[in-house]
């Protein structure tokens, strides 16, 4: 192991979410990097852990207008690993999501990041020629773009539809009669990508920091499973031993039938629709993706059978320990 002093320092920005978490853990736990993780509260659960584990915590909100403070947050920093939370779409044309990346990667330009790993996703906009309207894939993408235009090393990570939005978002209801109904934003016989961000990511963005000329340029989808909704649920009620069944959640009717509550925000709505039409339609992933790449890297990517048997999940809803202040999967 070499000295500390030698060792490279990573940043990470929204260091508590999930992604983030994942990213500091396996990071320090390679012994190889040194980690600064980026935070609005050093007081959070997910914080305190991680400074226990050698984390150095740095107060920097992941948010828009902060770009002095994100640069004095970066500096001295070899590499940054850069995401977006949980973001409320807005009417065109505004695009937060968008503006906070441009920021954050502005950010570790200025502060002379020499290798940039962003959580991006797909260019619904091109990919649909304006079919459909899913802006927190297609604000990820420009960022990406506008990435590939700085003089820097940067690499993309594409996770897939994460497990927890059945725990934390669309969580299961419990009928008079005890069993579970999965309302899911998907059609029951689809196979889609779906993926653990608290255990997937972090070996994703310590395998391209550990290979940086490798992954120059590359854009990497990070998968645990692809599977149905269907097989979802007949996995959840063979694991849990609990009865379930699945219904659906993915027009635009069905989904505020199961969700009334997303009804509040009309531009939630439209977002959720047009993502899942996309998906459905276009595929999650560009045809060219290599969607074996996360898994031949980390062979221990949990299946969705894995993470049930992992989190011995019995269908509650779940906090992840760092509030979303929005309810955008
Ligand atoms: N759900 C899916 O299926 C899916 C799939 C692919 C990609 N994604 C993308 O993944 C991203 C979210 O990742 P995640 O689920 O790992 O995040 P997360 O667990 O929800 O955590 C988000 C973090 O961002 C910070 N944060 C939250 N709200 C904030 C606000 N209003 N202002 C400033 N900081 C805020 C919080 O950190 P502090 O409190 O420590 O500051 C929080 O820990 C989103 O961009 C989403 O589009 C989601």
Known sequence: ???????????????????????ANALLASGRYRVRAL??????????QLAEHGAEVVVAPLALGHQAALTDAMRGSHG????TPPTPPVPPPGQPELALGRELADAAYAAGVQHVVWSGLENVEMRTRGNKWAPH??????VAEHIRTLPLRSSFIYLAFFYSNFLEYYVPRR?????????????????????????????AVLEVFDHPEKYAGKTLPVI?????????VDTFVLVSGQKAHYASAYTRDELLQHFPEF???????????????????????????????SRKIDPDALTWEQFLLR???????????????????
């Open 80 to 83: 940054a690993f850069l995401m």
């Open 39 to 48: 935070t609005r509260s050093k007081d959070s659960p997910p914080m305190r």
């Open 224 to 232: 645990g499973e692809i599977l149905t909704a269907r097989q979802m």
């Open 137 to 142: 894939f297609t604000e990820k993408a420009l």
């Open 175 to 203: 009928g008079a009669d005890g069993s579970l109904t999965f309302a899911i934003y998907l059609p029951p016989d689809i196979p889609m990508p779906f993926v653990d961000p608290l255990t997937a990511t972090g070996p």
């Open 1 to 23: 192991m070499s000295p500390i002093s030698q060792k490279p320092l990573i940043t990470v920005a929204g260091a508590s979410s999930k992604q983030g978490r994942s990213v």
């Open 311 to 329: 989190t011995k999940w019995q269908g509650e809803r779940v906090s992840y320990g760092a509030p979303a202040e929005s309810i955008q999967p």
């Open 263 to 293: 009804g509040a925000d009309e531009y939630l709505v439209r977002e959720l629709v047009g993502m899942v039409e996309y998906a459905v339609e276009y595929g999650y992933y560009s045809p060219n993706r290599d969607v074996e790449w």
